[in-house]
């Protein structure tokens, strides 16, 4: 079963920075679209962003200039970079996996709460 193995988040001020991470199986990671998701309190689920295998990369008009994805093929680890965080930003944020080349595979993280709060 495949996993991904999220970390990084926690409790940060208003205007502070936080760096999100997800692990993924060797394997598939280099064919698969990454991405981040967020669902807050009594919310749906949404996008944040995500990137592609060549890395290309698309946000949330929300996050777009405060936040930045990322994704280190070698380490099997994709970034989330949040930075100018405002108490609306405050969710539990999952990774989500999208293989791509091959049987389509879909996979969740477990979510990391970020907090945004004086």
């Known amino acids: 079963q495949v996993q991904l193995v999220e970390s990084g988040g926690g409790l940060v001020q208003p205007g502070g920075s936080l760096r999100l991470s997800c692990a993924a199986p060797e394997s598939i990671f280099s064919i698969s679209t990454m991405g981040w998701y967020r669902q807050a309190p009594g919310q749906q689920r949404e996008l944040v962003a995500t990137i592609t295998i060549t890395s290309s990369t698309n946000y949330a008009d929300s996050v777009k200039g405060r936040f930045t994805i990322s994704r280190d093929n070698a380490k099997n680890t994709v970034y989330l970079q949040m930075g100018s965080l405002k108490p609306e930003d405050t969710a539990v944020y999952y990774c989500?996996?999208?293989?791509?080349?091959?049987?389509?595979?879909?996979?969740w993280g477990q979510g990391t709460l970020v907090t945004v709060a004086v």
């Open positions: 989500n996996l999208k293989r791509v080349l091959g049987r389509y595979l879909e996979v």
